[in-house]
């Protein structure tokens, strides 16, 4: 029974090899729950469906990455030119845009 089981999980280092994340992500998937473990003789294994199946998607966050048109890039060095536009009381307006 028990060799059947092997064949079914994987331990935490090859979990994380599979997923390409680290043993730290993957303790917080599980705390939070986005992937099941079992404990069995004082390890902690992961099933392969779950590697398998998608179920450990990661989330996206909607925030959209930074490029070189983002308006923060035009606040760089505002409030240290002397007067000049944009300065640190225009953040907001620039931002807002």
């Known amino acids: 029974m028990t060799g059947h089981l092997d064949n079914l999980l994987v331990g935490i280092d090859?979990?994380?090899s599979a997923l390409g994340?680290?043993?730290?992500t993957l303790f917080r998937w599980i705390r939070r729950g986005s992937i099941q473990s079992i404990?069995?003789?004082g390890r902690r294994l992961i099933r392969k469906q779950a590697l398998l199946g998608g179920s450990t998607r990661r989330a996206s966050?909607?925030?959209?990455p930074f490029t070189l048109a983002h308006p923060i890039f035009r606040l760089v060095g505002?409030?240290?030119?002397?007067?000049?536009?944009?300065g640190a009381r225009d953040k907001h307006a620039?931002?807002?845009q």
């Open 14 to 16: 090859e979990a994380c």
């Open 39 to 41: 404990r069995q003789g």
């Open 21 to 24: 994340i680290s043993r730290s």
């Open 94 to 96: 620039i931002l807002d």
């Open 61 to 64: 966050s909607g925030i959209p």
């Open 78 to 86: 505002g409030g240290h030119g002397g007067g000049k536009i944009p």
